[in-house]
């Protein structure tokens, strides 16, 4: 069975850091493409990085410069480094996979939730 | 930046058949992607490339992409089909969503 399970969110305040991790399991991580996507209370889906399985790394430029995604295949895990956060980056953040461009994000976690206030 | 444009609400009967429109500029040319969302939930993925629908996923649920446009149809509409959905297209090295569309089934 396929999971996908965040962790590391949590209260930070304005301008501080946060990791967050995705530990995977049930199936070849390293084959798939992965992503970070986060959605505000009550505001819609928002994409916030996407690694592909040679490490090449893409963000919207609402968070280029101060979130960095990365992998680590022996550990099955996805992280997503956020630094200088603001108070409109609280959100609930859900790591998703997906084969390809052509074939969506097919499997989500139940998401963590970043809290940023002071 | 590219961008998606979706209906804020739709309504349909219960048993009736709804139509959720995805418009984007030459978005007939961009595979399309699907996704249904319930309340304290994550998103899953109902169709993908424009008309295909993953395993599990109910014959009801249908898509088709032309133009400016893009549409997912949810035939014979259930109760249980009441959800946000969102359309989502990968354009210039980015992920894009739509705004979100609310599923009310009467």
């Known amino acids: 069975e396929v999971q996908l399970v965040e962790s590391g969110g949590g209260l930070v305040q304005p301008g501080g850091s946060l990791r967050l991790s995705c530990a995977a399991s049930?199936?070849?991580?390293?084959?798939?493409?992965m992503h970070w996507v986060r959605q505000a209370t009550g505001k819609g889906l928002e994409w916030v990085s996407a690694?592909?399985?040679?490490?090449?790394?893409y963000y919207p430029g609402s968070v280029k410069g101060r979130f960095t995604i990365s992998r680590e295949n022996a550990k099955n895990s996805l992280y997503l480094q956020m630094n200088s956060l603001r108070a409109g980056d609280t959100a609930v953040y859900y790591c998703?996979?997906?084969?390809?461009?052509?074939?969506?994000?097919?499997?989500w976690g139940q998401g963590t939730l970043v809290t940023v206030s002071s | 930046s590219y961008e998606l444009t979706q209906p804020l609400s739709v309504s349909v009967a219960l048993g009736q058949t709804a139509r959720i429109t995805c418009g984007g500029n030459?978005?007939?040319?961009?595979?399309v992607h699907w996704y249904q969302q319930k309340p304290g939930q994550a998103p899953v993925l109902v169709i993908y490339?424009?008309?295909n629908r993953p395993s599990g996923i109910p014959e009801r649920f249908s898509g088709s992409n032309s133009g400016n446009t893009a549409t997912l149809t949810i035939s014979r509409a259930q109760a249980g089909d009441e959800a946000d959905y969102y359309c989502?297209?990968?354009?210039?090295?980015?992920?894009?969503f739509g705004g979100g569309t609310k599923l009310t089934v009467l």
């Open positions: 690694i592909g399985t040679a490490g090449d790394t």
């Open positions: 030459n978005i007939g040319s961009k595979n």
């Open positions: 989502q297209v990968w354009d210039s090295s980015t992920w894009v």
């Open positions: 998703a996979r997906s084969v390809d461009t052509a074939m969506g994000l097919d499997y």
């Open positions: 049930g199936f070849t991580f390293s084959s798939y493409d």
């Open positions: 490339r424009d008309s």
